[in-house]
T-cell receptor
Framework: KNEVEQSPQNLTAQEGEFITINCSYSVGISALHWLQQHPGGGIVSLFMLSSGKKKHGRLIATINIQEKHSSLHITASHPRDSAVYICAVRETTDSWGKFQFGAGTQVVVTP | DVKVTQSSRYLVKRTGEKVFLECVQDMDHENMFWYRQDPGLGLRLIYFSYDVKMKEKGDIPEGYSVSREKKERFSLILESASTNQTSMYLC?????????????FGAGTRLSVL
């Protein structure tokens, strides 16, 4: 069983819609990351969270440590937001900087 | 900017061939990682290395080996490629201390084994 679960697996939205992706995890963590992967493969880090909320442009990430849950929101979505979004956690017991990854959410934003 | 470079974007090999995937990073990072990514399964760790000549098995090391002779270079080796190793392979690197929370990824190598 994967220790990091994402939902939904796939999401299609119309341009301008508000998008939410959820991530639940079952282990104690020191950090949670949201990553973006565009077609072609390259992965970039969007946010690193250990508590609260972070905002960057139209992207907002929140985390509830007690509930072991995080959400990534995209406001006023745009076709260029189409990508795979991946949740990754670093366990408190890890000393090597290893991550556990969710399976990813494929987001398609149509014009 | 940190750069992690994987030697090939696409690779086609035959069953039984020995395959080398190369990864080079330019930020003097201590830690390097090899993942494979399959639909519905996400990224799974094959091997990682925390120093030159040091390696640790990840979650799915079977059928793979690695080599780290220089700090900037981490190689993944498929000794005898099989069709179930067809996948996207991603390399990443990170520093130590607090900075080990950030991994920097290469663009990936899509390997097809026929």
């Amino acid at each position: 069983k994967n220790e990091v679960e994402q939902s939904p697996q796939n999401l299609t939205a119309q341009e301008g819609e508000f998008i939410t992706i959820n991530c639940s995890y079952s282990v104690g963590i020191s950090a949670l990351h949201w990553l973006q992967q565009h077609p072609g493969g390259g992965i970039v880090s969007l946010f690193m969270l250990s508590s609260g909320k972070k905002k960057h442009g139209r992207l907002i990430a929140t985390i509830n440590i007690q509930e072991k849950h995080s959400s990534l929101h995209i406001t006023a979505s745009h076709p260029r937001d189409s990508a795979v979004y991946i949740c990754a956690v670093r366990e408190t017991t890890d000393s090597w900087g290893k991550f556990q990854f969710g399976a990813g959410t494929q987001v398609v934003v149509t014009p | 900017d940190v750069k992690v470079t994987q030697s090939s974007r696409y690779l086609v090999k035959r069953t039984g061939e020995k395959v080398f995937l190369e990864c080079v990073q330019d930020m003097d990072h201590e830690n390097m990682f090899w993942y494979r990514q399959d639909p519905g399964l996400g990224l799974r760790l094959i091997y990682f290395s925390y120093d030159v000549k040091m390696k640790e098995k990840g979650d799915i090391p079977e059928g793979y080996s690695v080599s780290r002779e220089k700090k900037e270079r981490f190689s993944l080796i498929l000794e005898s490629a099989s069709t179930n190793q067809t996948s996207m392979y991603l390399c990443a690197s990170s520093s130590t201390g607090l900075a080990k929370n950030i991994q920097y990824f290469g663009a990936g190598t899509r390997l097809s084994v026929l």
